[in-house]
């Protein structure tokens, strides 16, 4: 069989656009539906204080969520925020989390923690550390987590802790639904 110029140029080229596509793992969902109790949280590396997440960053995690069949259950702000002050480890924070919400099948702690790290070409560099925690009510000691630290770049000084956090979403989305594929991938 011989082949062309056309035929090998039109061969090379789907190739090349095959090459550029993106892989999906395939996106678990639980075989029903189960209710996710939720807390996601900023802390500050210089003082004790806990602020809720920005709505668009709380959006994702509950978005991201209900694609895989999971239900939020956000716990309100005003009710972990001065706890988890003094309640400074993930596993005291999970302790809290299923005191507060018995009913739920699921718990999901999303901690975020922005740092300013330098100004790089006109640009204030921060990066957030992220730890999210998945585990079911009574078996905390099965919970399952990661961690990741997200660099995000800020063209102004006034944006500071929350426009950050928020301007690493679309990462800690990715990593969430990770971490959910693989935690449901169990099931």
Known sequence: MVLN?????ALLLAFLLASCMKYQPDQQRSPSTLSVGLATLVEYPDKRDIS????????????????????????????????????????????????????????????????????????????????????????????VSTEVKVPVFMEYYHEKEPQVVEAAGPIIERHLGFLLDEYLGGL
């Open 5 to 9: 110029r056309q035929t090998i140029t």
């Open 52 to 143: 809720p997440t920005p709505a668009g960053l709380a959006n994702r995690v509950e978005r991201t969520l209900t694609l895989r069949n999971l239900e939020p259950d956000p716990l309100p702000p005003e009710r972990f925020t001065g706890v988890f002050a003094d309640k400074r480890t993930t596993p005291h924070r999970m302790e809290f989390l299923s005191s507060q919400l018995p009913g739920a099948d699921l718990l999901l702690l999303v901690e975020t923690e922005p740092r300013f790290y330098s100004q790089l070409t006109g640009r204030y560099r921060w990066t957030v550390k992220v730890r999210l925690t998945i585990a079911e009510p009574g078996h905390m000691g099965e919970s």
